[in-house]
């Protein structure tokens, strides 16, 4: 059964819908209503006008004479030749279109209690290690963990809660079959897809790339075809799962029909656990947890739960501030792990602008665009270069939900800032973070799920996922629902009953 929705919480769309209150506001919203009614539906609008004029036009006339007068100027020969030539251009514009593609299930691995690894479990883990002996960078590590957005349920590998943690290839591979297979599991569970009709693997894990690789681990388990085509992303950072389904979208449009990709997108942990006292490189310790999703991706719209719209990147590690933003290093003591750099969330707000630039175009609706071609007119004729405002253009009126990466309370805040969305509209994000930290590439479907898990998915509504990551990289995927889960079953199943939960206010500490 689907959990009703909250009474605290509505859709972004019922927060839209929802009645202003005074007449000013009242009469603004009835404005903004119809403006978007007449300029986004712009043709019906002309074409009704156009047939009423021609009504009014033949008012005089009975219905037997504007019969007579249709008969002596189109002949039945002028019907066929625009009917053949309406079915030719209507095949020409299918077969020039490239293939749809969709979404047909997805799974996420869903970790254990065992896993766990509460607050004063760190602490008195971090404790007993040989490495962090300041006082000092303990209590820092600890206040950044309790302001990070991250809950008391996240999970960390086994390796982990070892002393010393086992960083061995042994505990990574350990690892990588344990989060990659569950999450393989799952979507074969929840579809009719068996493995042998998968023509293609693509799996992306940043740091941890053992040979074979993943999409060798997932062939050899699973049995796959001897056909099979692998790619295994490595390196790609946080952003690489939506990475991964442009390049299985673009497979899938050239490829015969009813070909079927699998995506894994995990991070294995259990290697990189940092053990050296640089803050900046001790950060990802604090915010990366255990997780991974595997979806089904195929040409074929059958038992399809989503539909792929548009898909777009921007890479901006020209800048080579950018570039090093998210940077695998050696410290001064020889310690490898990553840096993140303190612009990190400046930068994430920079490349989300100009992924925006070349996303809204083609998610926006022609009101939206209008209003921002008129601010853009109105900042050149007054010559005020950067002191006339642009129009911020409102994407909730191109989407129902947004996945934005939980990659940190710093990251989620600056996008909501930057899109001016709602606290119900990045509720997915923060509870995700809250419940099982960044899961790197995989957040964005943890994020998903939580959106159905809470039942607030319907047949039609569309999703915006972004993603960013090591690159540094902005990535967006707009999807659409085509048919709503049949089922709340998920990495949430166990605990949505008690989402969304209290966070602490930004800057606030627990203990
Ligand atoms: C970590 C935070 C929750 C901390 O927020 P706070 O509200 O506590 O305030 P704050 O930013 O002032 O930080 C608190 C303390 O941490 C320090 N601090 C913050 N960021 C730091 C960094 N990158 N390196 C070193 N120190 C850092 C500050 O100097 C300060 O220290 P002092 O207390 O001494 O003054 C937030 O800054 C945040 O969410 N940042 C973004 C995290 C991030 O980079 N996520 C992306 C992961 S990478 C990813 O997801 C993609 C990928 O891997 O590809």
């Not at 090093?324 to 707000?349: H, M, P, W, Y």
Request: glycine share 6%; proline share 5%.
């Amino acid at each position: 059964m689907r959990p009703s929705k909250s009474p605290l919480t509505h859709t972004s769309a019922q927060h839209r819908m929802a009645a202003p209150g005074s007449s000013t506001t009242k009469a603004k919203y009835l404005l903004k209503a119809s403006y978007q009614v007449v300029v986004n539906n712009f043709h019906a609008v002309v074409a009704v006008a156009f047939a009423a004029a021609v009504l009014w036009a033949a008012q005089p006339l009975s219905l037997h004479d504007l019969a007579g007068r249709l008969r002596a100027v189109v002949r039945p020969v002028h019907v066929l030749t625009a009917a053949i030539l309406t079915a030719a251009l209507a095949k020409l514009r299918r077969m020039r279109r490239p293939r749809d593609v969709y979404l047909v299930e997805y799974g996420c691995f869903r970790p254990r209690p065992c896993f766990r690894a509460p607050f004063a479990t760190c602490l008195e883990h971090v404790r007993l290690l040989p490495y962090l002996v300041q006082e000092e960078d303990i209590s820092w590590g600890l206040r950044l963990l309790q302001r990070s957005g991250i809950g008391e349920e996240t999970c960390v590998p086994y390796a982990y809660h070892y002393v010393p943690p086992d960083r061995s290839l042994e505990a990574s591979r350990d690892e990588a079959e344990l989060v990659v297979f569950s999450a393989v599991d799952e979507v074969f569970a929840r579809t009719t897809v068996r493995p042998e009709e998968i023509d293609v693997v693509i799996v992306n894990c940043s740091i941890f790339t053992p040979t074979p690789v993943l999409a060798d681990m997932v062939i050899s388990r699973y049995e796959l075809r001897h056909d099979v085509r692998s790619v295994n992303l490595s390196g790609m950072g946080c952003s690489a799962a939506l990475i991964s389904i442009g390049l299985a979208k673009n497979i899938l449009q050239v490829a015969p029909p009813g070909t079927r990709v699998l995506i894994v997108s995990t991070e294995i942990l259990s290697s990189q656990y940092y053990v050296g006292m640089d803050r900046s490189m001790l950060l990802p310790n604090c915010l990366f947890r255990m997780g991974a999703a595997a979806m089904i991706l195929s040409n074929s719209g059958q038992g399809a739960r989503f539909r792929l719209s548009r898909m777009v990147r921007t890479v901006a590690a020209a800048r080579d501030a950018s570039y090093r933003c998210v940077f695998q290093e050696e410290d001064d003591q020889g310690n490898t792990g990553i840096r993140l750099s303190k612009d990190l969330v400046a930068t994430a707000g920079q490349t989300l602008k100009s992924n925006i630039v070349a996303f809204g175009p083609h998610v926006l609706p022609a009101s939206e665009k209008l209003l921002v071609a008129l601010s853009l007119l109105k900042r050149r004729l007054l010559h005020s270069g950067g002191r006339a405002r642009l129009y911020r253009p409102d994407f909730r009126t191109a989407f129902e939900h947004f996945c934005i990466h939980a990659g940190g309370r710093g990251v989620i805040d600056e996008v909501q800032r930057g899109l001016g969305l709602s606290d119900d509209e990045v509720e997915a994000s923060r509870m995700t973070l809250h419940r099982f930290g960044n899961t790197s590439s995989s957040s964005v479907l943890y994020e998903l799920a939580y959106i159905e898990a809470r039942g607030r998915m319907s047949k039609g509504d569309r999703v915006w996922m972004i993603s960013f990551g090591a690159g540094f990289e902005c990535n967006s995927v707009a999807l659409e629902c085509v048919r709503s889960p049949a089922d709340a079953d998920g990495p949430w199943a166990d605990c949505i009953h008690r989402f969304p939960v209290q966070l602490p206010k930004s800057g606030e500490t627990i203990i």
